[in-house]
């Protein structure tokens, strides 16, 4: 994986976590956020493999 998207990852979760620390921000900005980090993630995914992303593979935690 290249070492500038983890970097840039790893910025956007220290945004959001700091953002809820401080009192937190509109819920949009943590919304946009949240997607930037999804969509750095799938170019992570795509860069490290060759492939694009097969969405079938992402799935939701069971309850517990």
Known sequence: ???ELMIEIANLALSVANNAMNGGKPANVTTTTILLILQK???A???HTGQTLDPSL???EAAV
């Open 1 to 3: 994986m290249n070492a």
């Open 41 to 43: 993630g799938v170019e």
């Open 45 to 47: 995914y795509e860069e």
């Open 58 to 60: 992402i799935q939701t």
